[in-house]
């Protein structure tokens, strides 16, 4: 007989599919728009010691000491492993800020790609399409192109609505 406690509650199981258990991944975000003036020193052409950072500390704590596992949901040294890699993420952007210019112009898939990749994700996995580099491929790439067309004819042109 299957044993009911909080972990498999309907309550338990929906309040982790939803925002909240992800939501201080946003915080980061707002925390760094707020305070960038003073944080951009920081990371402003650091990307490779934030990299190096994140990296020793993947291998010392997850590697090494086996203090967690990577998660959505993590434990406190999970929680400062995200907290490094947003400021990989941020330091690449702000140290290589021209690199979206040369490579994309003007087009800008960023949106689409926060939309659609986890649709195409789940029809892949749906599909059984899971468990081979060749599927990786095949979701960013079917990402990339869907988020393209999604710019090209629908973002463009509504944003040229917003003047």
Not at 27 to 39: D, E, K, T, V, W
């Amino acid at each position: 007989m299957l044993e009911y406690t909080a972990k498999t509650s309907i309550l338990h199981q929906l309040g982790s599919l939803s925002v909240f258990p992800y939501l201080y991944n946003f915080g980061f975000g707002m925390l760094f728009f707020i305070y960038r003036g003073s944080l951009m020193v920081w990371v402003k052409d650091k990307f490779w010691w934030w990299l190096a950072a994140y990296l020793l500390y993947i291998w010392f704590c997850f590697g090494t000491l086996y203090l967690y596992q990577p998660s959505y949901m993590p434990n406190f040294f999970g929680f400062l492993a995200n907290l490094l890699l947003a400021f990989v993420t941020i330091s690449f952007a702000f140290s290589h800020s021209s690199l979206s210019k040369r490579l994309l112009g003007s087009t800008d898939l960023s949106y689409g790609i926060y939309i659609y990749q986890m649709v195409i994700i789940n029809v892949l996995v749906e599909v059984d399409m899971i468990g081979q580099v060749k599927y990786f491929l095949w979701a960013i790439a079917i990402t990339y192109f869907i988020s393209w067309v999604s710019w090209r004819w629908i973002e463009k042109p509504a944003l040229a609505f917003k003047k």
